[in-house]
C-alpha cells in the first residue's frame, strides 16, 4: 500500500497568516491527490482534487499544488473557520491512504 | 442536493455482528461508485471499502478484508457494510462517501459510530 505521510502533524497560526502543509507519497500517484477539511464531530470536507483544482464552493485562499510524490495545500489568509484538521488521500489506487493529518490551532 | 444519510451503527459485542446502510438522495446512484471510510476515536481517518457502480469491483483494507463485505442496491439506493467477527479495534465512526471520478471522495454522509466493547 502507498504510504502517504503528512507534515507537520500540528502547527499554531494567527488569523492572517499564510499555511502550508505537504504530503508525501511513497511512491509517484501522479496528481491523483485530495486535500480534506474536517471539523470536530463533523464529516470531512473535499477542499481539492487533482492535486489543484478547487471544489466548487471552497474559497479561493486554498490552493494545491505538487505532482508525483510531493504535495502542498496553501491558505494564503487563514480565516477563523479555517481552523481544523486537513487530510491528504492519494487517489491512485486501491487500498486509498490518508495522510495522518494536521490539526491547524490558533495561536 | 446530493445526501448521503448513514444508519445501522450501535453497540455490539466482540466476535459480532452488524449491517450499516447509506441512503443516497439527490443524485443517480447506479452512476457513482461508492466508499466507505472509519475514524476511530480521536484518530485519524481510514478507507475501508470501495464498490463500483454495477458492483462489479469491489476494494477492502487489509485491516477488514475477509470480515467485512460492502454491497449495494441500485433500485433502492442504498450502499451497505455487513461487518462480521468485530473487533475492539472496530470501533470507529463510518461514513460512506461518493466518489466522483477525477475528483476524489466529493460528498460525505454525517457517520455512524459503531462501539464494539463487552
Known amino acids: 500500500a502507498i504510504q502517504m505521510t503528512q507534515s507537520p502533524s500540528s502547527l499554531s497560526a494567527s488569523v492572517g497568516d499564510r499555511v502550508t502543509i505537504t504530503c508525501r507519497a511513497s511512491?509517484?500517484?501522479?496528481?491523483?491527490l485530495g486535500w480534506y477539511q474536517q471539523k470536530p464531530g463533523k464529516a470531512p470536507k473535499l477542499l481539492i482534487y487533482?492535486?489543484?483544482s478547487l471544489q466548487s464552493g471552497v474559497p479561493s485562499r486554498f490552493s494545491g499544488s505538487g505532482s508525483g510524490t510531493d504535495f502542498t495545500l496553501t491558505i494564503s489568509s487563514l480565516q477563523p473557520e479555517d481552523f481544523a484538521t486537513y487530510y491528504c488521500l492519494q487517489d491512485y489506487n486501491y487500498p486509498q491512504t490518508f495522510g495522518q493529518g494536521t490539526k491547524v490551532e490558533i495561536k | 442536493e446530493v445526501q448521503l444519510v448513514e444508519s445501522g451503527g450501535g453497540l455490539v459485542q466482540p466476535g459480532g455482528s452488524l449491517r450499516l446502510s447509506c441512503a443516497a438522495s439527490?443524485?443517480?446512484?447506479?452512476?457513482?461508485?461508492m466508499n466507505w471510510v472509519r475514524q476511530a476515536p480521536g484518530k485519524g481517518l481510514e478507507w475501508v471499502s470501495y464498490i463500483s457502480s454495477s458492483s462489479s469491483t469491489i476494494y477492502y483494507a487489509d485491516s477488514v478484508k475477509g470480515r467485512f463485505t460492502i454491497s449495494r442496491d441500485n433500485a433502492k439506493n442504498s450502499l451497505y457494510l455487513q461487518m462480521n467477527s468485530l473487533r475492539d479495534e472496530d470501533t470507529a465512526v463510518y461514513y460512506c462517501a461518493r466518489r466522483y471520478p477525477g475528483e476524489s471522495l466529493d460528498y460525505w454522509g454525517q457517520g455512524t459510530l459503531v462501539t464494539v466493547s463487552s
Open positions: 511512491q509517484g500517484i501522479r496528481n491523483d
Open positions: 439527490g443524485f443517480t446512484f447506479s452512476s457513482y461508485s
Open positions: 487533482a492535486a489543484s
